[in-house]
């Protein structure tokens, strides 16, 4: 995968918990190299995100965070550039991560 971007909005529950959703979307490379001599096109999917996180403000300008995340990418058929009955389907993907993060604020 390659150039993955993230737009969301970020929504505050409370003074520290906050739910953020968006769209993303990445770019799917294929560089095999196969004995049959097939090869297949870069595609890009279309995902969303939902996240859930806690911000402590630590008084001096800095915070840290801690999130947990879901993401999910749609499904998508990749075909060889020289023999369209030759074909990889790619399901649903989905993933889940956790983050912590500080940071200080300007």
């Known amino acids: ?26 770019e799917a490379e294929t560089n095999e190299v196969l004995g049959t001599g ?4 870069d595609k890009t999917l279309s995902g969303t995100m939902l996240a859930l996180g806690f911000e402590h403000d630590l008084g001096t300008g800095a915070f ?18 020289n023999n369209s009955d030759n074909t990889v389907v790619v399901e ?10 500080i940071g200080r604020t300007f």
Not at 64 to 81: A, C, D, P, Y
């Open 64 to 81: 840290v965070r801690g999130e947990l995340n879901h993401m999910e990418f749609g499904g998508e058929t990749f075909k060889s550039t």
């Open 1 to 26: 995968f390659n150039d993955l971007t993230t737009i969301y909005a970020r929504f505050a529950i409370n003074d520290a918990v906050y739910l953020k959703a968006g769209m993303m979307s990445v």
């Open 92 to 101: 649903d993907i989905e993933g889940y991560g956790a983050r912590i993060s």
């Open 38 to 41: 097939s090869t297949y096109e």
